[in-house]
């Protein structure tokens, strides 16, 4: 079975915000974490990516430079791709009523990307991704299903957090910075723990014609 984690966001600086603690947590430890990230505004924030990448101690980020943001066949086809390159057990990615448009419409596309990534009639040899958790960054989850202790790899975090100097300078009082330590704060007291990232779980279907298996075989006790 894969072990395999992929986060797939909208812009550099999301995977650090909405995961970044638990992608750290899971790498190097047995398991393959990875970033996909949709869009690229320049090239000085790929290289903030590539550095945050290299705190949490992913691996180097795929990177799509589509501009702006849409949902079409063809970011999903190669979504899918992705994914069954990769073989990730479990898929990050943006909540649904994110405040931020391209945020809602990734979504949407790795909604569909996973439907898509399964299809024997799409690929030799297709990939069914086993989880779909998705990332607060801005917007809340007011009541979240997974919430994982990062207190370990909070350092990490934060020093992912300060390779987007580019971002960092839009906020020169620290918004950023303290949002990101005052939310981990709130998750690790819901957590019973110092710091946490809270997750919504969303189930996926399993039973489509077209999987190459539609039916679980082990015990559900």
């Known amino acids: 079975m894969s072990k395999g984690l992929l986060a797939i966001i909208s812009h550099p600086d999301d995977e650090t915000f909405g995961c970044g603690g638990t992608l750290a947590l899971h790498a190097g430890n047995d398991h393959t974490v990875d970033v996909l990230c949709l869009t690229l505004s320049d090239e000085k924030r790929r290289g903030e990516l590539e550095c945050a990448c290299q705190k949490l101690g992913v691996n180097k980020p795929v990177i799509f430079t589509d501009k702006p943001l849409a949902y079409s066949s063809e970011t999903i086809k190669k979504i899918a791709d992705v994914m069954v390159e990769k073989q ?27 439907e898509w990534a399964a299809h024997t009639t799409t690929y030799s040899t297709p990939w069914l991704v086993e989880r779909l958790l998705l990332v607060e960054i801005s917007s809340l989850i007011p009541q979240p299903d997974v919430i994982m202790d990062i207190t370990e790899v909070m350092d990490k975090k934060t020093e992912a957090v300060n390779c987007y100097t580019t971002q960092l300078a839009k906020f020169p009082w620290g918004y950023y910075e303290k949002f990101t330590e005052q939310k981990a704060l709130l998750r690790g007291v819901q957590g019973g723990c110092t710091y946490a990232e809270a997750f919504k779980e969303e189930a996926l279907p399993r039973n489509s014609p077209f999987y190459p298996e539609k039916s679980s075989k082990d015990s559900l006790l």
Request: aromatic share 14%.
């Open 88 to 114: 990730p057990r479990i898929v990050f990615t943006h909540i649904p009523f994110d405040y931020h448009r391209e945020h809602r419409t990734t979504y949407e596309l790795v909604k569909e990307a996973i």
